[in-house]
């Protein structure tokens, strides 16, 4: 397996896109402060990075260490030798670095378990991996936890799965990492196993003010976990400013009746997982109704190369294609200017010079094509359109995905105009938005059920099913869309009720 380097963030493009190969941001002081406290709080006698980046846990350690006059010797790893030098030029000598180890730690870990861990691991996504790491890591996990951990797994969530397996009995994980190993697919089967081995002892969640990397488009968490017999209950906190003070007491046992800098909850683990580690606790009376009972949800077309199936109404005139084998589509969620999308919006697309039209050559033979569209596709395959990863896998390379134009579309990726959006024009969507199908065709019933999803109750539900991100932004697959939960009342005052037998309530419902 290829070594995962990492490195400083920067904000131009292209270093932006080597950061995100190499995957390493860089922890704030005042972060690594109540991480360390955390894991040192029992005065252990080893403490191990094993990401060490630029020291700073290995920094924040030595001066807990001195503060509470203990003896504690720091042990290190990093794949990246350059990086240790950097770590020697931030006030650490050569005594602090001399366990530190240039090694894997995730597929060659140490021999021995450590007291303490604390960690920032590479936050390296899975269609970064190779296929060859990724069957590596799938075995690891296999026989670490027992269970197959969904492929969509980046490098971070093996890097918690071997940390708490290097954990001696009784010790403290703190690990900072992206809320999504708590909301990716495979999150429902790594929290089981972890809530089923280990003691969450809290989860640190971050407002926008207090974000440790505000440059980063990322939610992060903070997860404080210990190798002993686990527990109901936790500490789920959200930070509102940036400072350690507090959350130093929090971890270390002392309690306070206010706080001015963080909000305190004590949450069952069972509620947390059902609702999301990465979400507030669930507040009062669950919904009874979801979108699912409702609609089914699909993604939007995939083309395999924008620049050739799509284009505007002019140019395929100008190629010679007819409209027989063109379907009207949208392209991008900033060309839908409201929450509807007409046929006037079609035209002020076209006016403005923006793609309005998909090539959608299905079910007719090559030799039956016009001579123009023939030459249009030799032109395609000249290119190397054939070849491309995606497109090569279709038979014949052009034919393109089949979507019915939905009644409503769903801007699945936003900060503050995630939306639901009538489709009135009768397109269909490219991958930048959902499809959404109601499950009854009649005029009525979409209109009722588009009353529903457009109401800001509704869209303020989103947060309880999208994966987050930086700046409050929000990601819905169309797995969790279906599972958005929508107001009893609402859709008891649309009268849609009628349409669904409610779910059963569960036991966390039942007053």
């Known amino acids: 397996m290829k070594p995962l380097r990492h490195q400083t963030l920067s904000k131009s493009g292209s270093q932006r896109e080597t950061l995100r190969t190499k995957g390493q941001f860089w922890t704030p002081d005042w972060v690594a402060e109540f991480m360390v406290a955390y894991c040192l709080q029992d005065h252990p006698r080893q403490l191990l990075d094993p990401a060490l980046g630029k020291g700073v846990f290995f920094?924040?350690?030595?001066?807990?260490?001195?503060?509470?006059?203990?003896?504690?010797?720091?042990?290190?790893?990093?794949?990246?030798?350059?990086?240790?030098?950097?770590?020697?030029?931030?006030?650490?000598?050569?005594?602090?670095?001399?366990?530190?180890?240039?090694?894997?730690?995730?597929?060659?870990?140490?021999?021995?378990?450590?007291?303490?861990?604390?960690?920032?691991?590479?936050?390296?996504?899975?269609?970064?991996?190779?296929?060859?790491?990724?069957?590596?890591?799938?075995?690891?996990?296999?026989?670490?936890?027992?269970?197959?951990?969904?492929?969509?797994?980046?490098?971070?969530?093996?890097?918690?799965i071997r940390a708490l397996q290097t954990l001696s009995s009784g010790g403290r994980l703190s690990y900072i990492v992206s809320a999504d190993i708590c909301e990716g697919v495979f999150a429902k089967t790594l929290w089981q196993w972890i809530a089923s081995q280990y003691r969450l002892d809290a989860v640190i969640?971050?407002?926008?003010?207090?974000?440790?990397?505000?440059?980063?488009?990322?939610?992060?968490?903070?997860?404080?976990?210990?190798?002993i017999q686990p527990k109901k209950h936790f500490y789920w906190v959200k930070c509102e400013r940036q400072g350690s003070e507090e959350l130093v007491a929090l971890l270390s046992g002392s309690m306070r009746k206010k706080y001015e800098t963080i909000v305190v909850y004590q949450r069952s683990v069972v509620e947390a997982l059902s609702t999301g580690l990465s979400r507030p606790p669930a507040q009062g009376k669950t919904d009874?109704?979801?979108?699912?009972?409702?609609?089914?949800?699909?993604?939007?077309?995939?083309?395999?190369?924008n620049d050739f199936f799509f284009m505007t109404l002019k140019r395929a005139r100008e190629l010679g294609i007819p409209e027989s084998l063109l379907v009207k589509a949208v392209g991008r969620v900033r060309d839908i200017e409201g929450e509807e999308f007409s046929p006037e919006d079609i035209e002020r697309l076209e006016a403005n010079g923006r793609p309005t039209r998909l090539l959608n050559i299905n079910g007719i033979s090559f030799e039956q094509l016009p001579s123009t569209v023939q030459a249009y596709l030799k032109e395609g395959e000249h290119c190397g359109l054939d070849k491309k990863t995606l497109i090569q896998t279709r038979k014949p390379w052009y034919r393109m995905e089949a979507r019915k134009s939905p009644p409503i579309m769903f801007a699945y990726l936003g900060r503050r105009n995630a939306r639901f959006i009538r489709n009135r024009a009768d397109v269909v969507p490219l991958t930048c938005l959902l499809c959404v199908y109601p499950r009854h065709t009649d005029t009525e019933f979409v209109e009722r059920l588009w009353n529903v999803l457009s109401h800001p109750q509704t869209i303020s539900n989103l947060r309880k099913v999208g994966k987050s991100y930086g700046g409050d932004a929000i990601k819905v697959e169309p797995r969790a869309l279906e599972r958005l939960p929508l107001p009893d009342e609402i859709v008891q005052k649309e009268g849609l009720q009628k349409y669904v037998q409610p779910k059963q309530a569960t036991l966390f419902e039942l007053p």
Do not use: W
């Open 59 to 160: 920094r924040a350690a030595k001066r807990y260490a001195a503060l509470h006059r203990f003896d504690l010797t720091l042990f290190g790893r990093d794949i990246d030798p350059d990086i240790v030098t950097q770590a020697r030029q931030s006030e650490l000598d050569p005594a602090d670095l001399r366990h530190v180890e240039i090694r894997d730690f995730v597929l060659d870990p140490p021999s021995d378990k450590f007291p303490a861990i604390v960690a920032n691991p590479p936050y390296i996504r899975h269609h970064r991996l190779s296929p060859s790491q990724k069957a590596s890591l799938r075995d690891l996990a296999r026989a670490v936890t027992g269970r197959h951990i969904d492929g969509r797994a980046g490098l971070h969530v093996y890097f918690l």
């Open 205 to 227: 969640a971050f407002s926008a003010d207090a974000t440790p990397f505000p440059d980063v488009d990322t939610n992060v968490l903070v997860f404080c976990i210990r190798n």
């Open 288 to 305: 009874r109704y979801t979108l699912g009972n409702f609609a089914t949800v699909m993604r939007g077309i995939v083309t395999g190369d």
